[in-house]
């Protein structure tokens, strides 16, 4: 059987409060688009307002793939995302449009362009065992046994990030071998797209940070704290699934839990943001974009039509 020619695309990537749905909206004004979310939260249904999910209006300008495709109690994976994002762009070319893959999950991205890595599936025996222990210890106890074994990828990981702690160590207990060595070792499943890639890099960390406070406070008062509380009513949800992992849904679990008041939970989901938009702008400059915009130029034209004739070159 003949391979299928691989699509032009477009990947628009950046930190978390960027503007990426208002320029994809834009770029629908210009050319024929539909949009393929790189977005780990957008995934799950009935998580709208905590993930800054594209309203119907903002929907109605262009289709969107790849949100509200899971319930909260659900996994998603990089591996998953890949398959569909390649399986739908080729879709979208055969409809005679441009795939625009937009978001800020830098490991989709990485996945997507870089390939896969043979690791083993989710033991949920030797995660029950991990989790076990992090709840007598604490996770840090769990971050430092893994500096023992793996000190590689130990030292990029905060001794609080529970996701991907457990994932290393469970990698370990069942192959023997440090992740960061698995990590290095051969890739399968290369690049099949095509892409123009974009960077949304804001020159001002001060105007990023501004942006996040106030759309967190925008969260709360359009009904964040309501739709944690139906996400808890509705599902059997624990602050361990990836989907209460997402920031801004953990501090408002926290703050509904009595743990601290209002005042500190806005403060808490602010610095939360920020630490994720400092994550994603690290794995930004890792990567070789050609392209790169402000997002808060002050004339919010000029990198539009910036974008405009990147696409159009």
Not at 54 to 67: A, V
Not at 120 to 140: N, V
Not at 166 to 176: K, L, S
Not at 214 to 240: A, C, H, P, Y
Request: net charge positive; proline share 5%; aromatic share 6%.
């Amino acid at each position: 059987m003949k391979k299928r020619p691989a699509p032009e695309a477009i990947c628009l990537l950046g930190p978390t409060a960027s503007g990426k749905t208002n320029i994809c909206i834009e770029l629908a004004r210009h050319f024929p688009i539909e949009v393929i979310s790189i977005d780990s939260a957008l995934v799950y249904r009935h998580m709208d307002i905590g993930t800054a999910k594209p309203d119907r209006e903002e929907l109605s300008h262009c289709p969107h793939h790849l949100i509200d495709i899971l319930n909260p109690n659900e996994h998603y994976s990089a591996a998953k995302f890949k398959l569909d994002a390649e399986r739908l762009a080729h879709e979208i070319v055969m409809r005679d449009k441009i795939p625009v893959l937009s978001g800020g999950t830098m490991m989709y991205y990485k996945a997507l362009k870089d390939g896969l890595n043979k690791l083993p599936e989710r033991d949920f025996q030797i995660r029950e065992a991990i989790d076990s222990e992090a709840k007598q210890y604490g996770w840090p106890h769990i971050h430092k046994n893994l500096r023992k074994i793996d000190p590689e990828t130990a030292q990029r990981l905060s001794p609080n990030d529970s996701q991907r702690i457990q994932r290393a160590m469970e990698i370990f207990q069942i192959t023997g071998k440090p992740m960061s060595k698995m990590l290095n070792e051969s890739i399968t499943n290369k690049d099949t797209l095509k892409t123009l890639d974009i960077a949304l890099i804001p020159e001002s960390r001060a105007t990023l940070h501004k942006h996040i406070e106030t759309r967190f406070k925008q969260m709360i008062v359009r009904g964040l704290i309501d739709e944690v509380v139906e996400l808890k009513k509705n599902w059997n949800l624990s602050l361990d699934m990836p989907s209460m992992r997402c920031v801004g849904y953990r501090q408002v679990w926290e703050f509904l839990d009595g743990n601290y008041s209002k005042e500190v939970l806005i403060e808490k989901g602010s610095a939360a943001t920020r630490q994720l938009a400092k994550r994603q702008l690290t794995w930004l400059r890792s990567f070789s974009i050609e392209h790169t915009v402000d997002p808060y130029a002050i004339d919010t034209r000029s990198y539009i039509q910036k974008i405009l004739r990147a696409v159009q070159h």
